[in-house]
């Protein structure tokens, strides 16, 4: 049941609130670098921002696409690779010991560090260090969610599955599976946000220069910042769309759970 | 051990559960008849769940035997002799409600239109035909465990085994179920086994009542409950007539007496 408040909090002021300070902060921040004395090297205006991104769009979509295409195969990669590891981690318990305590580890591991020894590892000419450094950023969320999804089975369930007398594999299919999908889901949105973020930095270390990361940095390199910064919008407008996506496949496959943010 | 007689429904002979160096029954034995309701009322950590649980075999007793409809509580528990109903309602909140009253079925392989059949069929039984398709966080919690009931009803068990299944809900709701739980006891002759802690529950429902007292549980008296009224009479005289004021004193006379006599 919805409740009704008066005014702002209804359905419209939810939509309408974001764009309006969205809006409001835009503005003032083009106030401030037109009237203020903010150089243009240092903070150009938003309308700068905007002209240089219609100037080099073709580019901006391109790159985006380059560094989308990493950014979807790590997470693609890293998420099978940490169900898959989840499921037997919370099948047998030595491998449990031993995941778990590596995934901390793995968890640790800055990406600043990786993307340099990657590049290193698999030549200058290849995507793959890009979208093995998204798998290692991917795999930690995705694990540890999807093991504690795996191993939350309500007690009461649990008994019920017993009583019933289900079978092992049935009472995995019916209650521990569906049971551990809104978990794993809250893995799926933080990942689908850092693949993008470490797709974007993984590119910051050299290699192709055909992605998002690349271009941020030769045209920060050139001080051309109205460009560098339409790649940054773009970048943003990347992680949103991930994110966007992991939350449209959450709401579809678990239409019952309704507790996201 | 002896075997299990023909008549009995459940059949517990001098179990005793331990749990680690805890003592949560102790030599406890009690035969239930088929078609009996029997109701196991006490204080918390008497044991009464626990003693619900190995009839269930959701537990192994640590001595003595258990038997269900002539089998060990094993065979009967994978036989589908019993349906259960716990305190929560613990639905599947990804299916349907019809599709929750079809699990038991489903996981003993009945087909899919029989098992339909059969959900929707008990859901007019709990009067809760039209909200089939609907999902459980939707419906009310006394709705919920409706649906729980209904689910535990839904193999056709012999028994019906009901862990405090009213417990969480308020008092109208609580007596409705009441009502609707001996309606449908009667229509399918179930024989039932209830825990719970409310006297007036206890004297309300059932044909016999046992009470259980802590530390170790064990049953501390079983009162035969009578009450005429029920076969002629509205569920309101039942409750308003003398002899279920009779029976409630009688329980919570017996509820009492053991703590008097169990401090040294």
Redesign the interface.
């Known amino acids: 049941m919805r409740r009704v408040l008066p005014g702002w909090a209804g359905t419209w002021g939810r939509a309408v609130a974001p764009v309006v300070v969205a809006v409001l902060a835009l503005t003032a921040w083009q106030v401030l670098v037109t009237v203020g004395r903010v150089a243009p090297f240092v903070l150009p205006s938003p309308v700068a921002i905007a002209e240089a991104l219609g100037a080099i769009l073709p580019q901006v979509v391109s790159a985006a696409l380059a560094t989308g295409a990493n950014a979807l195969w790590g997470l693609v990669a890293g998420s099978v690779l940490a169900l898959v590891a989840a499921a037997l981690a919370a099948r047998l318990g030595w491998l449990r010991s031993t995941l778990v305590p590596l995934a901390a580890v793995v968890a640790a591991l800055p990406i600043v560090a990786l993307a340099p020894i990657f590049a290193t590892m698999f030549g200058a000419t290849s995507e793959l260090p890009r979208q093995l450094v998204v798998t290692v950023v991917v795999f930690v969320p995705v694990f540890v969610n999807a093991l504690r999804g795996l191993q939350s089975v309500?007690p009461?369930?649990a008994?019920?599955?017993?009583?019933?007398?289900?079978s092992g594999w049935?009472a995995t299919r019916?209650?521990t599976l569906?049971?551990a999908?809104p978990h794993v889901f809250t893995g799926l949105r933080l990942a689908a946000a850092g693949a993008v973020i470490s797709a974007v930095v993984a590119e910051y270390f050299g290699g192709l220069q055909s992605g998002l990361g690349s271009r941020i940095t030769s045209a920060a390199a050139n001080s051309a910042y109205p460009r560098a910064w339409a790649y940054v919008t773009a970048a943003c407008a990347l992680g949103l769309l991930f994110y966007a996506a992991a939350l449209a496949a959450e709401r579809l496959t678990?239409p019952?759970?309704?507790r996201t943010s | 051990m002896s075997p299990p007689s023909a008549k009995a429904m459940v059949e517990v002979s001098g179990v005793t559960q331990r749990f680690g160096t805890t003592t949560a029954l102790s030599d406890v034995s009690l035969t239930i008849a088929s078609g009996e309701f029997v109701t196991l009322i006490g204080p918390s950590g008497c044991g009464k769940s626990t003693l619900l649980r190995l009839v269930a075999d959701l537990l192994t007793p640590t001595e003595g035997t258990v038997h269900v409809a002539g089998k060990t509580a094993r065979a009967a528990r994978e036989a589908q002799d019993y349906g259960i109903a716990f305190q929560q309602a613990g639905l599947l909140e990804w299916r349907t409600v019809l599709r929750n009253v079809e699990l038991p079925l489903e996981l003993h392989g009945v087909g899919a239109r029989e098992r339909r059949a059969r959900a929707e069929e008990l859901l007019e039984v709990v009067g809760l035909a039209d909200v089939a398709d609907k999902r459980p966080s939707q419906l009310s919690g006394g709705m919920q465990q409706r649906v729980a009931i209904a689910r535990a009803l839904a193999a056709k068990p012999a028994l019906l085994l009901m862990d405090e299944p009213f417990g969480a809900l308020d008092e109208m709701t609580r007596e409705r179920l009441q009502d609707e739980l001996l309606s449908i006891r009667a229509r399918e002759g179930t024989t039932v086994l209830l825990v719970t802690h409310s006297v007036s529950e206890a004297a309300y429902l059932s044909d016999r009542v046992v009470v259980m007292s802590p530390r170790p549980g064990r049953i501390a008296a079983v009162v035969d409950v009578d009450l005429p009224l029920r076969a002629t009479g509205t569920p309101t005289d039942v409750r308003e007539s003398p002899e279920f004021f009779a029976a409630t004193t009688v329980v919570r006379e017996a509820l009492r007496a053991p703590a008097r006599v169990a401090s040294p």
Request: charged fraction near 15%; include cysteine; aromatic fraction near 4%.
């Open positions: 309500a009461v369930h008994d019920l599955m017993r009583a019933c007398a289900a049935a019916t209650v569906p049971g999908l678990t019952w759970n309704r």
